[in-house]
């Protein structure tokens, strides 16, 4: 057993989140990679892929919560990304004229106001316009749930279009959000005599925030909202039964998922600086399911990968196609050119001769589907060597395929999606040398 | 002389055309296992679902130490002290023993949303000690070994015990058992009529059971109601329900 490495002993140790030391040196190991990353990775193209993906994987969390947690099918997360992103984009941008807002004539503040604010109003704000919308769900469940929050997507980008005092409307907004905590200006920081680009400082500023926002949604779903959450998710009636009220966590998972939403938005609009109001549509929407589908529903560590994996993936396709190594892809606009290049016969022969190789294992393995399938797939390859410099299939088209079939092998063949592997590997390397 | 805990008087539920329970009345005492048999389809697990909630019978009162609960929602029940098994289980399989039991304490905890979020202070010192209290629930039914194991994992004589298990870790007034050992095997059947007689002289909680196995519910039952097609046609001792030509004629036909 996994316990003989960490005997608990008291309740209070069976409630650590970090109880073995393979936890610690984990926790360790996070921790180091967000000081160390920032200064290893310098390139602007490299920290732009992890910081959007950072922000991404803020809101996945925010949707497995939701759905991954308390089982609410949603397609209307972009919306409340658009929410936030307003939200900072008004209280936080930065005008040419002073703004002073006023709250309900009690108070008024000079605007722009500090980043913590405004983070804190975006999530406010998205929380509130959660729970109004939330019991409209209460009825629905499964795929008509999926189906009507489909309508929030379409009804918020109309409201993003009018509304243009506060969005911009079709002209769009343009803003340039106060990015600072007290005298670190995360735009242009400066630490201990060390000067950090714009992209390394929201690599500091954002992957920050993935943190937090993953130790808090952690905290929720293992104590008694969380539990209460999979109750629901698990089987609605025994919850009413044992007194959880359904409805009540229902809204309130609604309203924590569209605060959270509403961070990441706020947060994308500091990052990107502007916003269209076709920004927040059903793709950005179909982009997180995908998310969670691929890192693993009903977990918050897979919201994060999933999060790498699916904004990473075509990025690097796109960077493998612009410098010549990608077999029959063609960068958009532009020519195939890729004479001086022995990558894709490599390339391919690489996959080619793997592929059979594994096809050999599996056959000796006894399963000759799997086997039969990849040696197949294999020869394509091996065969296609002389091709290999043929463009047959633009770069955004491939990606196109590429999201589809990532969300179909993973229903396929792990619908607990990264995390789960990650958990396999993990766990076979804690039992090492005993395979059970 | 006990006190009488739960008063039903003259139940009546509908489901359009179909009378699924006709005019039954019956009062549980404190402490008291009440057992309710009858074949299938006559109504005892519809009788259930209207004890906690689930279903509105359209006439009756459900009097639970005085207050008819007739309309009240299942959460609602649930908090007066009515807990319940399902007869095909209603456990959460996809998280463990101990998460089961920890939800079983729902309504003894407080922390909401923003206290769980930030875990030092009230939540934390929540988990510890209500982890503690299904710690107890564990011992009581010996459910030690499986801590740790999802429940979706679990061979289902065990399943069977956690919901009891986690009915308990309410503390209810009444503990409502959907046909307990239904499908279990001999030495499982003795495990539970061992489980049923422990929390009894442990807690004293009152039961009602809805069980087929005949020996299983006249050595344990103190009192037992028969019912058919919705109607009541026996209540009593197990040995006056036993002999009671129209419960004969109600399990092995025949005109009464």
Known sequence: MASNRSLVTTYADDVKLWRTGGDWAGLAAILLAYLIVPHVVTSDFWLGILNYAGILAIGAIGLNLLTGYTGQASLGHAFFLGVGAYTAGYFGGQYTQSKEFSFFGLFSVEGPLPMPVWIVLAAVIGALIGALVGPFALRLRGNYLAVVSVGLVFVGTHIFKSWSSVTGGRSNLQVDPVSTIGSLDFRDLNVLGSQYTKQQGMFFLIWFMVLIVALLSKNIVRSRPGRAMQAVRDRDIAAEIIGVDTARYKIQAFAVSSAIAAVAGALMMNYEQFASPDRWDLFLSIQFVAIIIVGGVGTIFGSIIGAVTIWATPEVVKWLTGSGYMPYIYETGGSINRSDSAMVPVLLGTIGLGLVAVAVWRWTAGSRSVAIATGVLGLVALLGIPFGD???IGVDQFNGILFGALIVLFLLVEPRGLAAVWIRIKNSFRMWPFSY | MSTTLLEVSDITLRFGGVTAINDVSFSVDEGELFAIIGPNGAGKTSMFNCLNGVYRPQQGTILLNGENIIGYKPTRIAKLGIARTFQNLGLFTN????????????????????????????????????????????????????????????????????????????????????????GMNHEETEDMARYLLEIRGQLNTTMIMVEHDMPFVMDLADRVMAIDFGQRIAIGTPEQVRTDPAVVAAYLGGDQ
């Not at chain 2, 003894?108 to 107890?136: D, Y």
């Not at chain 2, 010996?142 to 308990?168: D, I, W």
Request: aromatic fraction near 6%; proline fraction near 4%; include cysteine.
């Open chain 1, 390 to 392: 043929t463009a047959i």
């Open chain 2, 95 to 182: 998280l463990n023993v101990v998460d089961n039991l920890m939800l079983g304490r729902h309504m003894h905890m407080k922390s909401g949303f923003l206290s769980a979020a930030v875990w030092f202070g009230r939540t934390r010192n929540e988990e510890i000690a209500q982890r503690e209290a299904c710690e107890e629930v564990m011992r009581l039914l010996e459910l030690e070994p499986y801590r740790n194991t999802l429940v979706g994992l679990l061979p289902y004589g065990v399943q069977k015990r956690l919901e009891l298990g986690r009915a308990l870790a309410m503390e209810p007034r009444i503990l409502l058992l959907d046909e307990p050992v239904a």
